[in-house]
């Protein structure tokens, strides 16, 4: 009889054990539902690899566009507290950077057709601008660069975020915002043309390799306009790095030309280099290229039509 009790006994705390941790385990799905929008990731492990495979190949005749930052917030603010040599030091980084950046992506990515845009111009090329927003080897907006291509992605340096959206419908995709929290800052991030990140198998990051905080210095030049303004020149050098296993780094300077020209340095980091620029872009063209060799292009008149609203 004792044995009986104390089997039943041993049975109902094992029960019960059962029930708390079921009750435990449901909350963490209830909240995970909650994070992860059930709607958009149902059936997403399925819809990844045809949605993937089908920007891929769309991409091969399509367009990457990359968004180039201008901190021009920044550089307004910090006008307006007078700070005038800040805002200009800030404004020639900026530059430096975005020139690296563009011949980096010119130089070394080869799978689709590349433009270049400031971020400031992104919804203009949402609403279907396609001229008078690009720019050109200066950075300068060029009129006569027309982007021909319907279909286009967006590329720039982001933090990559553990996503709170999966898969969403066109008709919805403009209104729908990452939720996500901010994972790490990558050297490169893919997202389709309302913003959202890209899904794998889709390789849609370039992870930005870890440099010590130690900034080189360029030298940029700096000219008046005539229109109360600059125009700025960044020579791209795109052996600095090597160079400097066996030559000094070069020193600040300022040289001022009769011109009213001014010769001055800016300081990058070394993830702003050309040279860990281009290993970046070298590394997206590379798995762009193995994704699209891997992955056959999807028959279009086969996929399901609710698969079909990811299509854009």
């Known amino acids: 009889m004792v044995l009986q009790l104390n089997n039943f006994f041993t049975l109902f705390v094992f029960l019960i054990a059962c029930v708390f941790s079921n009750a435990q385990e449901g909350v963490g799905e209830r909240n995970n539902r909650d994070y992860k929008d059930p709607d958009q990731f149902d059936k997403f492990h399925k819809r990844r690899v045809t949605v993937g495979a089908w920007q891929i190949h769309q991409l091969k005749e399509g367009a990457l566009v990359v968004r180039l930052k201008t901190n021009q917030i920044l550089i307004d603010a910090l006008l307006k507290q007078g700070k005038d040599d800040l805002a200009r030091e800030i404004q020639l980084q900026q530059f430096a950077i975005n020139k690296n950046t563009m011949f980096a992506y010119r ?19 949402l609403d279907s601008s396609r001229s008078g927003i690009f720019l050109d080897t200066t950075l300068t907006v060029d009129y006569s660069i027309v982007m021909k291509e319907s279909f286009y992605l967006l590329a720039e340096r982001d933090f990559a ?3 709170s959206i999966g898969f969403v419908p066109e008709d919805s995709a403009k209104t729908t915002r990452e939720r996500g929290n901010p994972v790490k800052e990558m050297a490169v991030v893919i997202k389709n043309k309302y913003g959202h990140q890209l899904k794998t198998p889709f390789p849609y990051y370039v992870k930005e390799k870890n440099f010590m905080n ?14 109360n303004g600059f125009s ?3 020579a791209i050098n795109r052996t600095y790095l ?11 300077i300022t040289i001022k030309g009769r011109d ?8 990058l980091k070394k993830e702003f280099t050309y ?5 970046a872009i070298t590394e997206l063209n590379d798995n762009l290229f193995q994704m699209y ?8 008149s086969r996929v399901k039509a609710a698969v079909k609203l990811f299509f854009y």
């Not at 130690?214 to 229109?227: R, S, V």
């Not at 040279?275 to 290993?279: R, T």
Request: overall charge positive; charged content about 25%.
């Open 214 to 227: 130690a900034k080189y210095n360029f030298p940029i030049q700096t000219t008046p306009n005539g229109n």
């Open 232 to 234: 700025i020149s960044f």
């Open 242 to 252: 090597e160079d400097l296993k066996t030559k000094p780094e070069p020193k600040e």
């Open 260 to 267: 009213k020209s001014v010769i001055t340095t800016v300081k």
């Open 293 to 300: 060799n891997t992955y056959p292009k999807p028959d279009v």
């Open 275 to 279: 040279e860990k620029l281009s290993l």
């Open 161 to 163: 975020y553990n996503s």
């Open 107 to 125: 130089d070394n990515l080869s799978f689709c057709k590349v433009y270049f845009i400031y971020s400031t111009s992104s919804d203009s090329l």
